[in-house]
């Protein structure tokens, strides 16, 4: 279901004051205009028994489980902190600024113009502060969290009464293996509705969530994207491999792409499981004498532009196998044969290559 188109901003809060009255008053939600992922948090909220008029408490969570939270996400903090900045830049004229926090929804960093004299941002922008859904009801952070998409929330769109004094857009942010570790935020207090920040807001959380994929230790960075199409580092996806091709890590592009799991183990899948080519070839491809992007096909048989890139920390990596690139062409023919089910044109169409080639080079081995 879309997000409803965005009224002038009297008109905006008008249909945000009639959506409250037809669900905290008439205890319906058929006539709404809410975003369903707002919708979907206001029915959590009152699942939990809470009441819009109740006060919020703005807690922050103990010592030593904020001191937990910083040294836990020290990676992602890292990785943040110059993103961050930029942010930060960019909303300088706004009176926006940035928060980021855990998957529990506890503040962990803040960043841009925090007015600490006003009690309002103070509540919210300090680190250790607990502002999941149970806490503090609907905000972007909660919204976020739970349904792990971007969100625009504006004045009394958030749950408690309390709240309704922020604008607010918010990203979830994934890990290298695809687990939701946190989320970004942007809120303003008593401010213009600026719907377009859950644009800056979701662009900077795909650019940590690459920064922290390049911070850990890999062999080799893949990096995809559809033919045709320019590789460049936020739009791409990225997949890092160690060094006998296993997938240490990627990014969400790439788990769209190619359909790439989300496991909370790397080195669970190979880089055979999702090129139908010889692996060996991918690594040979970073080579310096190479260098260029490649045309790879996947085993549903499209294909994807590949630029591997070995790690700059160690040589070219060289794939780890006995097997000749002859024998491996061999293998590879084998087993899309046997995922077709002996079917040779679906082989050959998988694969980019004539029946004839298939039949000659099983052939040769």
């Keep these: 279901m879309a997000t409803p188109s965005l009224p002038p901003s009297t008109d905006r809060l008008a249909l945000i004051e009639s959506a409250r009255n037809s669900v905290f008053v008439e205890k319906a939600f058929t006539t709404t205009p809410l975003d369903p992922v707002i919708e979907r948090s206001w029915r959590r909220c009152l699942g939990l028994g809470y009441r819009p008029e109740e006060r919020v408490s703005f807690a922050a969570v103990s010592k030593s489980a904020t001191a937990h939270a910083l040294e836990v996400n020290r990676p992602l903090l890292q990785a943040a902190n110059p993103i961050m900045a930029q942010m930060a830049h960019a909303m ?151 060094a006998e091709g296993f997938v240490s890590g990627s990014n969400g592009v790439a788990r769209h792409l190619i359909h790439l799991p989300v496991t909370r183990n790397a080195g669970s899948v190979h880089c055979s499981d999702l090129f139908a080519m010889p692996w060996q070839m991918v690594f040979d491809s970073a080579r310096p004498s190479n260098g260029m992007p490649i045309e790879a096909p996947l085993w549903s048989g499209l294909r994807v532009r590949l630029l591997a890139l070995a790690s700059v920390d160690q040589p070219a990596p060289v794939a780890k196998t006995e097997k000749t690139l002859r024998v491996a062409e061999s293998d590879l023919i084998r087993l899309t044969l046997a995922k077709t089910k002996g079917n040779v044109a679906e082989a050959a169409r998988i694969l980019g290559i004539s029946r004839a080639t298939i039949y000659r080079k099983l052939t040769d081995h």
């Design 92 to 242: 300088a004229m706004t009176r926006y600024f940035a928060i980021l926090t855990d998957a529990r929804g506890v503040v962990i960093d803040t960043s841009g113009p925090i007015d600490r004299s006003d009690s309002r941002v103070n509540n919210i922008a300090r680190i250790g502060v607990d502002l999941s859904e149970e806490a503090v009801g609907t905000t972007a952070i909660g919204a976020a969290l739970a349904d792990h998409q971007p969100v625009w929330l504006h004045r009394g769109e958030h749950f408690f009464a309390d709240t309704a004094i922020y604008s607010c857009a918010g990203a979830p942010l994934f890990g290298p293996q695809g687990q939701c570790i946190g989320m970004l935020d942007l809120t303003g207090v008593d401010v213009p509705e600026r719907p377009e920040l859950k644009h800056l807001v979701e662009q900077s959380a795909r650019s940590i969530e690459n920064a922290l994929l390049l911070q850990q230790p890999f062999a080799l960075l893949l990096r995809l994207n559809w033919p045709g199409r320019e590789l460049s580092m936020d739009t791409d996806g990225l997949i890092t491999l160690d």
